[in-house]
């Protein structure tokens, strides 16, 4: 009998950032970053507290393909599947890229629809430790970069080419990036200025089955 599978309580403990202001600098100086966009959190803040026109990214994303400004077909498909930047993994954007590349280079559509027919969003749930107040240390599963991009099982794709493994604190390397808000609602889809809890595991893998079926 398969041994049962520790559930640990939810976190949006981030824990205080790696990034510094000298790494960010170095993105500007590469053209990886527009100047001025990208912000480095507080030295004390150790939970994600960005604006209403900031949106928390790793540093890892941006090698993985993760290029702003966003297609708007792309800001698309992460509101339909109610995901947000924060909660993938690097290798969503090394997925997500061929698509774009690919419906544009046959110039198609690169709707949701059309994801959702190749594409699939797979949640892989972690561990952190989390230390309290009174110095004892918690295992907890964080609300945020548990989420890949995969082909469909049933979809003809081409060779996967993503990293199996990246290192095990990209996720201390967080920082915030500004977004263009509507000028109507003032608003971007992909902001979230409260990380709360996520819903219940079985809604969030509903979310993340989300699929058009081909008329």
Same mark, same amino acid.
């Given at each position: 009998m398969a041994p049962k599978k520790t559930k640990f309580p939810?976190?949006?403990?981030?824990?205080? %950032?790696?990034?510094?202001?000298?790494?960010?600098? $170095? /993105?500007?100086?590469?053209?990886?970053? %527009?100047?001025?966009?990208?912000?480095?959190?507080? $030295? /004390?803040?150790t939970y994600a507290k960005p604006r209403e026109d900031k949106v928390v990214v790793f540093k890892d994303f941006f090698p993985a393909g993760l290029c702003f400004p966003l297609d708007p077909a792309v800001v698309d498909i992460f509101a339909r599947y109610g995901v947000f930047l924060h909660h993938m993994t690097p290798n969503s954007f090394a997925r997500v890229n061929p698509f774009m590349w690919l419906s544009k280079t046959c110039r198609l559509a690169p709707t949701t629809e059309n994801f959702a027919r190749v594409m699939r969003v797979h949640y892989q749930p972690k561990s952190i430790s989390v230390r309290g107040s009174d110095g004892i240390s918690t295992e907890m599963e964080p609300q945020y970069g548990c989420y890949t991009s995969a082909f469909q099982h049933t979809a003809p794709s081409p060779v996967g080419a993503s990293k199996n493994k990246w290192p095990g604190d990209r996720s201390s390397f967080w920082f915030y990036h500004k977004v263009p808000l509507a000028s109507e609602t003032k608003r971007h889809p992909l902001v979230v200025q409260k990380l709360g809890i996520w819903a219940t595991p079985r809604r969030l893998m509903w979310l993340a089955s989300l699929r058009t079926k081909p008329s």
């Amino acid at each position: 009998m398969a041994p049962k599978k520790t559930k640990f309580p939810p976190t949006t403990f981030f824990g205080q %950032t790696k990034m510094t202001l000298a790494m960010l600098r $170095e /993105m500007e100086n590469q053209g990886i970053l %527009t100047p001025g966009l990208g912000r480095v959190p507080p $030295e /004390m803040d150790t939970y994600a507290k960005p604006r209403e026109d900031k949106v928390v990214v790793f540093k890892d994303f941006f090698p993985a393909g993760l290029c702003f400004p966003l297609d708007p077909a792309v800001v698309d498909i992460f509101a339909r599947y109610g995901v947000f930047l924060h909660h993938m993994t690097p290798n969503s954007f090394a997925r997500v890229n061929p698509f774009m590349w690919l419906s544009k280079t046959c110039r198609l559509a690169p709707t949701t629809e059309n994801f959702a027919r190749v594409m699939r969003v797979h949640y892989q749930p972690k561990s952190i430790s989390v230390r309290g107040s009174d110095g004892i240390s918690t295992e907890m599963e964080p609300q945020y970069g548990c989420y890949t991009s995969a082909f469909q099982h049933t979809a003809p794709s081409p060779v996967g080419a993503s990293k199996n493994k990246w290192p095990g604190d990209r996720s201390s390397f967080w920082f915030y990036h500004k977004v263009p808000l509507a000028s109507e609602t003032k608003r971007h889809p992909l902001v979230v200025q409260k990380l709360g809890i996520w819903a219940t595991p079985r809604r969030l893998m509903w979310l993340a089955s989300l699929r058009t079926k081909p008329s």
